[in-house]
């Protein structure tokens, strides 16, 4: 990056680590923290959204959609997500492949899944093998931020249910009362009150979601696990800049990064809740107003 | 070959025992359910030893944080801070790369030489981290339950004149534990989920010998087939789910045994993931 890095073996002490620090890997490696970041500010309206969807779908009326609801908020609870993770990369890859492959080439003869091998025809790959590298990551983290916000739906769908269950039955009644339809009582009644009760569900589910994140090294994106790794490992002469095993101090930084994350959801989770318990019919509501009187 | 004749290839398969080579082709659902069911002892035995040396470590860790000296409440808010706050997942990579810089001769300690080289195997290793780990998140629930042991219950002792290790092991620990227990069942179940990262992460799977979700993962691999083989985890750890509900709950009700039936603790499962 500096023109005095031309020639890193000359280097030494801290003129090494500086240069160390901003070669192209290393440059790679910090907007890989970006990725995660942006897995984060995606993922988390997304499955927001995904979870609203099951909690309502949960509550309707209409049966068919009230089981879809309940089978996607039951999903989660006994089998590990990150079977779910690994299961539906591969099934949603797959998936989008054959969809586009009767699409592209109706008149393939040949079967999609023959023996031990899943092939369409060359025009229904996704992303087309022509692309550029760009693109196939692009894809690949597509796919991650679309079964994230699948999972993650689906721990927000059974949190927004809980919420939705716990609003006092008699402020609805009471809306009812006063003429509203169902639609308004759900919008002005319903959903402004929820939150209040949905927050500490979904303070620790936005803690699990940053915890969740290094899976993304599991599903094939160059993430911040790949690149410590890869950056970590003892380099030869052959390289640039020679050094030992080092993973351990990367890792040991990741961890710092984690930990650094989460202190700082805590604290601004704690204002939220704050904000949003002010003149609420909760325990912290009545604390909040007895300490203002 | 039959699936019975499978079951005894592949049965033991995770603990080396059987057929040393992995089907390779013409997979049958048998030998997928045989292989995977193989590889659930290792989560068995993850989750179990982890829970229980867990259970003791936890219990120290939340007297700890819940004592009055700060020599002994900051080590214990330092460790379930550092445990709760990063991802499991990069803790084992963490364990595995500094147990790996342990040095490979092993040490000498007065003429005896420590060998060190198991420490990096996933039975020791990882098992160490979910150890510790547990030990945390337990911690946290067992915190959680001491201070909200009702005071009435405390002076009562206190009127009896009940004090010290007596009245922690008579008062405190049961009614601990039985405040705790719906919580803990669920950090137990998400224990066992969070075995499956072991293979992931790390610690190498020697001679081809891994968990559940590595067979899974094996076999989605081979056949490009993810339909069959992660149905069967998702089904094996829903039955080990029901196991666990159901081995807890007995014990709940053990612990809830004095009360009314109106005031006892239900168990109910709680989403709560991924380390």
């Known amino acids: 990056m500096f023109a005095s890095c031309a020639d890193p073996s000359t280097l030494s002490g801290l003129n090494w680590t500086l240069c160390y620090l901003t070669t192209g890997k290393h440059l790679d490696f910090y907007w890989s923290f970006v990725t995660v970041m942006m897995l984060l500010v995606i993922t988390a309206p997304a499955a927001m959204a995904f979870g609203f969807g099951g909690a309502v779908a949960a509550r309707s009326h209409i049966a068919p959609l009230r089981w879809i609801g309940k089978a996607y908020t039951a999903m989660v609870r006994g089998v590990p997500d990150i079977v779910f993770f690994l299961f539906f990369v591969i099934a949603l890859d797959q998936g989008i492949e054959w969809v586009n492959h009767q699409y592209q080439c109706p008149d393939w003869t040949e079967p999609v899944w023959k023996g031990l091998e899943f092939r369409v025809c060359p025009a229904a790959k996704v992303p087309l093998s022509t692309a550029s590298a760009g693109w196939h990551q692009a894809y690949g983290f597509a796919l991650a931020v679309f079964t994230f916000a699948l999972v993650f739906g689906a721990f927000a769908a059974n949190v927004l249910y809980g919420a939705m269950e716990a609003v006092p039955g008699a402020q609805l009644e009471t809306a009812e009362a006063y003429g509203m339809s169902h639609r308004q009582v759900f919008r002005r009644v319903l959903v402004p009150q929820m939150w209040t009760y949905a927050l500490p569900g979904l303070s620790n589910l936005w803690m699990i979601l940053i915890k969740a994140t290094p899976l993304l090294f599991l599903l094939g994106v160059q993430d911040i696990v790949y690149w410590a790794r890869e950056l970590g490992g003892a380099k030869t002469q052959a390289y640039a800049y020679p050094h030992p095993d080092w993973r351990l101090y990367y890792f040991l930084g990741l961890m710092v990064f984690y930990l650094v994350m989460t202190k700082l959801s805590e604290i601004v989770l704690g204002r939220l809740t704050a904000r949003l318990s002010q003149g609420q019919a909760t325990m912290a509501g009545d604390a909040m107003r007895k300490a203002a009187t | ?275």
């Open chain 2, 1 to 275: 070959m039959t699936c019975w004749e499978t079951i005894q290839a592949y049965g033991l398969r995770s603990l080396g025992i059987g057929e040393r080579l992995l089907p390779s082709s013409d997979f049958t659902i048998c030998q997928q359910v045989t292989l995977i069911g193989s590889g659930m002892i290792w989560n068995l035995y993850f989750g179990i030893l982890a829970l229980i040396f867990g259970f003791v470590l936890a219990t120290a860790i939340a007297m700890a944080r819940a004592a009055r000296s700060p020599w002994l409440r900051k080590p214990a808010e330092w460790f379930i801070f550092v445990f709760r706050g990063s991802p499991l997942f990069i803790q084992f990579f963490l364990a595995y790369e500094a147990l790996q810089l342990l040095p490979k001769a092993g040490f000498e300690i007065f003429g005896i030489t420590v060998a060190t080289s198991w420490t990096t195997k996933a039975w020791a290793g990882a098992l160490f981290v979910m150890f510790l780990n547990t030990a945390a998140y337990s911690a946290e629930i067992f915190y959680g339950a001491l201070r909200s042991i009702p005071r009435g219950d405390l002076e009562a002792a206190d009127a009896y004149g009940i004090t010290g290790w007596h009245k922690f092991r008579r008062i405190q620990w049961p009614t601990m534990l039985r405040l705790a227990w719906p919580a803990y069942t669920n950090e137990a179940i998400f224990l066992f989920h969070a075995t499956t990262l072991v293979f992931f992460s790390g610690f190498p799977a020697f001679q081809q010998k891994g968990d559940a979700l590595y067979y899974a993962n094996y076999f989605a691999d081979k056949t490009f087939n993810p339909f069959i083989p992660y149905p069967i985890v998702g089904t094996y750890f829903i039955l080990l789910t029901l196991l666990v509900t159901l081995l807890f709950g007995v014990v709940n009700r053990y612990l809830n045994r004095h009360l009314p039936s109106n005031q006892r603790s239900r168990i109910r499962l709680r989403p709560q993931v991924i380390r």
